[in-house]
Nanobody, 125 residues
Framework: VQLQASGGGLVQAGGSLRLSCAASGGTIRNYGLGWFRQAPGKESTFVAFVSTLGWSGVWTEYADSVKGRFTISRDNAKNTMYLQMNSLEPEDTAIYHC????????????????WGQGTLVTVSS
């Protein structure tokens, strides 16, 4: 399975963007999916996670810095994951990567075994 992120761009503070992560070469149905970001000169950090679809639906997790502003979702029929980002702040400027895992700590990049290339988000003040 290959992942490809898209949807990044330049936006003013307070604006919105929606990132997409499309999978090809297989299904993402059995993978938990996450977003990480890496700001200039900083290490990659966890942003959000969405679980596989269970009988009661999915659960989601967010970094404290994005709670209430970002929403992660998945559409298994389209083999795609999304990150809706609202009320963007200059501190959200980073390269955003999507990733997939099949177990482990969803907040640790080391748990993810599939990665897409990054998409750059730039938020101007």
């Amino acid at each position: 399975v290959q992942l490809q992120a898209s949807g990044g761009g330049l936006v003013q503070a307070g604006g919105s963007l929606r990132l997409s992560c499309a999978a090809s070469g297989g299904t993402i149905r059995n993978y938990g999916l996450g977003w990480f970001r890496q700001a200039p000169g900083k290490e990659s950090t966890f942003v959000a996670f969405v679980s596989t679809l269970g009988w009661s639906g999915v659960w989601t997790e967010y970094a404290d810095s994005v709670k209430g502003r970002f929403t992660i979702s998945r559409d298994n029929a389209k083999n795609t994951m999304y990150l809706q980002m609202n009320s963007l702040e200059p501190e959200d400027t980073a390269i955003y990567h999507c990733a997939a895992l099949q177990g482990g700590d969803s907040h640790s990049r080391h748990s993810y075994n599939l990665w897409g290339q990054g998409t750059l988000v730039t938020v101007s003040s």
